[in-house]
């Protein structure tokens, strides 16, 4: 298993502003996700972070909004810029890969734009 | 994007008494799993079913898959307050390890 954290774990933020969010795992890993979860909703894949190259976007998602960094196999930031109240969410990032079956998650930034 | 639904999207149970969740997928599957998630926090995953397997124990915890109906069940046993939460099942993607989750089971249990 893998052990994730996440910083901030929640923020309140102005709209305009930007936030990065830092997600570290305690070993190396290959895969890594951000998520995004809105109020009462299930969670919706941003992008796979891919290590040393551009992040891969879904659908809906684009870099300019949500840029994405993962300069080693350990850590991934998420920025989600230019907030708009409707970015009040919570932000996941997961881990996957090697011999694991399961995809693990870090405890999320629960993020607020007013 | 999503292609499980759940059902009950709300269950309301007394502790002690059995808790029953269904899931539902639109395309094929080499594995789904179950996580659970606390007041808005980070997600814990509970169990993992392969497609060749047609049921599964973990604890408390009894996880069917048919996938000739492309549904799954998760049955908590003897629930406690301490299973109030979210409770969703995911699926794999075609390609990598992403995976596509349902809307979700709110369960509370009430002492």
């Known amino acids: 298993s893998a052990v994730i954290s996440q910083k901030p774990s929640r923020d309140i933020c102005q709209r305009g502003t930007s936030l990065t969010i830092q997600c570290q795992v305690d070993?190396?890993?290959?895969?890594m996700f951000w998520y995004r979860q809105q109020p009462g909703q299930s969670l919706t894949l941003i992008a796979t972070?891919?290590?040393?190259?551009?992040?891969?976007?879904e659908s809906g998602f684009v870099i300019d909004k949500f840029p994405i960094s993962r300069p080693n196999l350990t850590f991934s930031t998420l920025t989600v810029s230019n907030m708009s109240p409707e970015d009040s969410s919570i932000y996941l990032c997961?881990?996957?890969?090697?011999?694991?079956?399961?995809?693990?998650f870090g405890p999320g930034t629960r993020l607020l734009v007013l | 994007s999503q292609q499980g639904e759940e059902d009950p999207q709300a269950l309301s149970i007394q502790e002690g008494e059995n808790a029953t969740m269904n899931c539902s997928y639109k395309?094929?599957?080499?594995?789904l799993q179950w996580y659970r998630q606390n007041s808005g926090r980070g997600l814990v995953h509970l169990i993992l079913?392969?497609?060749?397997?047609r049921e599964k124990h973990s604890g408390r915890l009894r996880v069917t898959l048919d996938t000739s109906k492309k549904s799954s069940s998760l049955l908590i046993t003897a629930s406690r307050a301490a299973d109030t939460a979210s409770y969703f099942c995911?699926?794999?993607?075609?390609?990598?390890?992403?995976?596509?989750f349902g809307k979700g089971t709110s369960l509370l249990v009430t002492p």
């Open positions: 997961s881990v996957a890969g090697g011999n694991w079956e399961t995809q693990y």
């Open positions: 070993s190396q890993v290959t895969m």
């Open positions: 972070a891919n290590q040393g190259s551009e992040a891969t976007y």
């Open positions: 395309t094929s599957i080499n594995n």
């Open positions: 079913i392969r497609s060749n397997e």
């Open positions: 995911a699926t794999d993607r075609d390609s990598g390890y992403a995976l596509n």
